[in-house]
């Protein structure tokens, strides 16, 4: 049977960058008949410059993007010192990879420009009638340690269109400390910029998110913000507000003496939509005066909740998000996974982000292979109709179309 496109992953602990490279880059394009794309994710402690230059000469005439992660997930695997690689293999095929900002100074053109770049190598857009199914797809990459996340994915929107299938995530969280942390796009490491990798397949390309989180306590309204620190929840000071809903009403054991940071990790907040799915927002810290601090900006006048989960219904939640992508495949078994997996549940679930991996591998079935990272804030829509947006605490995925299900 006719396959459309295969996703060819390999990977490598080495503790030499070449040597993990070349590796991971040569197994992975031993299984590719026609490769067309090289995917990325790297949680070694290498210097970035110099490993952009080798998967560079690895890759050769390859278009690849990728970026740096605190953790890598390779099939079942959790790498949190090593390389993994991806190759696309499909024979009928359009790829563009495009790099711009300076986002940390105009977030909402350099998504714009990322995105016009990466399109500009790929034909007219052919207009078949059924949008629900989109062909095309853009994986985005982030610096959000330094950028407004939101604002460029609303840029980058601006320029593709909302019908196209959205995917990818955030750069930056603990390992931006190191000084390890970057964006890697075709032989450059670069921070403050944003990447864009877009495909063009023959038949329908899958998105899917979830995040297994549910409301508690009540609904708020934001009442001063200023930029990613919220002031004030219904005319108190945020960090207060917060702190007593989730000390009273959280229900997690030991929420009465928890540091704040760890409240922090098991209640986010959540925006409603209007498809009854919440936007995720992960407060990080806690202001002088009161306020709580975001990657991205939650502006005054939104409504808020605070939002829980089990780890059980975490790991249901990922499965979703990969039976949702696999869904929309027109009817074809996944070739393939790309996952932008939350740095917040990998850092709040602990052991059981083993069973999400597994959750997502069983949920996709034997024989697809799997490749993402853990990220620093997620982008994809909530539901069909949805607007894309920029994501906390949430699993995206994104399934290419294999061969026609039997």
């Not at 420009?113 to 949008?131: E, F, T």
């Not at 949702?324 to 027109?330: E, K, Q, W």
Request: with cysteine.
């Amino acid at each position: 049977m006719e396959k459309i496109a295969s996703l060819h992953v390999a990977w490598s602990t080495n503790r030499s960058h070449g040597d993990a490279v070349s590796e991971a880059v040569g197994q992975a394009l031993e299984k590719a008949e026609t490769p067309i794309l090289g995917l990325v994710f790297s949680s070694g402690d290498w210097d970035r410059k110099t490993l952009a230059h080798t998967l560079a000469a690895e890759f050769g005439s390859i278009p690849w993007g990728g970026c740096t992660a605190t953790a890598v997930i390779a099939d079942r695997n959790i790498i949190t010192e090593g390389i993994a690689v991806g190759i696309v293999s499909a024979p009928q095929a359009f790829v563009g990879v495009g790099v711009a900002g300076p986002v940390s100074q105009s977030p909402l053109e350099a998504g714009s420009a990322a995105v016009a770049r990466a399109l500009d190598h790929l034909p007219p857009m052919q207009q078949d009638g059924d949008s629900a199914f989109p062909r095309r797809a853009v994986w985005l990459l982030i610096d959000s340690f330094l950028g407004n996340g939101s604002a460029v994915v609303r840029g980058a929107v601006r320029e593709g269109g909302v019908g196209l299938c959205w995917a990818g995530g955030g750069v930056g969280g603990k390992g931006r400390l190191s000084g390890r942390m970057s964006l890697l796009a075709n032989g450059r490491s670069v921070l403050d910029r944003a990447v864009a990798v877009a495909l063009d397949l023959p038949s329908p390309i899958g998105a899917g998110m979830g995040h297994g989180l549910k409301p508690f306590g009540p609904a708020m309204s934001v009442t001063k913000a200023r930029g990613e620190v919220v002031e004030q929840l219904d005319y108190m000071p945020a960090a207060q507000v917060f702190e007593r809903i989730a000390r009273q009403e959280g229900g997690a054991p030991g929420d009465a003496t928890a540091s704040l940071d760890d409240l922090f990790h098991r209640y986010p907040l959540g925006i409603p939509h209007a498809d009854d799915g919440y936007l995720i927002c992960d407060p990080f810290g806690k202001t002088d005066s009161g306020g709580l601090t975001f990657i991205a900006p939650v502006y005054e006048g939104t409504i808020v909740r605070l939002m829980r989960a089990s780890n059980a219904e975490m790991v249901a939640g990922a499965a979703h998000a990969v039976n949702l992508a696999c869904s929309r495949l027109g009817g074809r078994r996944p070739g393939g996974l790309l996952v932008a997996d939350c740095d917040g549940r990998f850092l709040a679930m602990g052991s059981a982000f083993q069973d999400e991996v597994d959750a997502m591998a069983d949920a996709a079935g034997p024989g697809v292979q799997m490749l993402g990272c853990t990220a620093y804030g997620e982008i994809g829509r909530l539901g069909d109709g949805s607007y894309p947006h920029f994501h906390n605490k949430t699993v995206q995925v994104l399934a290419l179309p294999g061969e026609e299900a039997s």
